[in-house]
């Protein structure tokens, strides 16, 4: 007689953005019931017309949970949906598990699992990587670390939505702390992309063809791939908006100042990106850095008006 399968646990999802929805929506597929949460209640009914359940709070989506999937933007978010009024941590049952997916300070995912760990709730510092696309498919990148128990709790949502899961240590903020050296990186790598792609456009060069040999070079990097399509079609309809950037950076600025290690790369990266913030393009595509450039140096990309 074949062995009886238990059946798989609730998860909410709070945060119901281009990530967030993608994530349910992959749980969903794959046969969990998910309750989402989110301020807009037209997401909450995308998720609803999609076969979940909506919840007014995160409390209340919280409270029948197994897992708590928190897809917010940043530490401050994350906090008060845990701790604050009508707030995960009221309705989170015992031994059930709040996973993290916000990009934060390594110090400030260790502070919010241990007040959440100390009320007998486990918590995962998960942040994620790979965009909206593969959070739809269910084959994102994950970064979590957090104690065994954690783990074992998260493990059927995790591997739902993930095509890699990194287990990176048994504490709290390892995660994060890995998190913000790939932000170093694909922040540096898009503003470095995007002067390329600009000082090309100064030079008269063919963009498209740029595009073509140097996807085919060594000067190549997943963020050129990635990134300079958007600038060769002239479309800055945010799929990773310039506003990450300054918040990230700004993040892996505060941890070198404080460990007293030099990022100037990262610095450089960082100016670049409040400045196109400052210009009015912060909810903009991140590409919208070669929008800057080309403003600053005169030159001319795809889908500019003539003078």
Request: net charge negative; proline share 5%; charged share 20%.
């Amino acid at each position: 007689m074949p062995k009886a399968t238990s059946p798989l646990p609730h998860v909410a999802v709070i945060g119901l953005g281009s990530m967030g929805f993608g994530m349910a929506s992959s749980l969903r597929r794959k046969g969990f019931a998910v309750t989402g949460c989110d301020v807009s209640p037209d997401a909450v009914a995308r998720l609803v017309a999609a076969g979940g359940r909506g919840a007014a709070t995160p409390a209340e989506a919280a409270e029948d949970s197994d897992i708590v999937v928190s897809v917010v933007v940043n530490a401050a978010q994350t906090e008060s949906i845990l701790f604050g009024e009508d707030g995960v941590a009221t309705g989170l049952p015992q031994d059930s598990v709040f996973v993290s997916s916000a990009t934060m300070d390594p110090e400030i995912a260790r502070r919010l699992a241990a007040r959440l760990e100390a009320s007998g709730r486990h918590y995962l510092d998960a942040p994620i990587s790979g965009g909206a696309q593969r959070a739809a498919q269910g084959e994102l990148t994950i970064l979590a670390s957090g104690s065994a128990a954690a783990f074992a709790k998260a493990r059927p949502a995790l591997d739902a939505m993930a095509a890699k899961l990194y287990q990176l240590g048994e504490q709290a903020g390892q995660g994060a702390a890995f998190k913000m050296i790939n932000q170093l990186l694909a922040g540096v790598h898009i503003a470095a992309a995007c002067e390329a792609i600009a000082f090309a456009a100064k030079q008269g060069l063919d963009l498209r063809q740029v595009y073509d040999v140097i996807t085919a070079s060594a000067g190549n990097s997943w963020m050129f791939e990635n990134r300079v399509p958007h600038v060769l079609d002239g479309d800055y309809t945010a799929k990773s908006a310039v506003d990450i950037f300054v918040k990230d950076l700004g993040i892996v600025q505060d941890m070198a100042r404080s460990a007293k290690f030099p990022v100037p790369l990262a610095a450089a990266a960082l100016q670049m990106f409040l400045m196109t913030a400052g210009s009015g393009m912060g909810r903009d595509d991140d590409a919208s850095v070669a929008r800057i450039y080309a403003h600053v140096a005169g030159a001319r990309l795809p889908g500019d008006s003539p003078d």
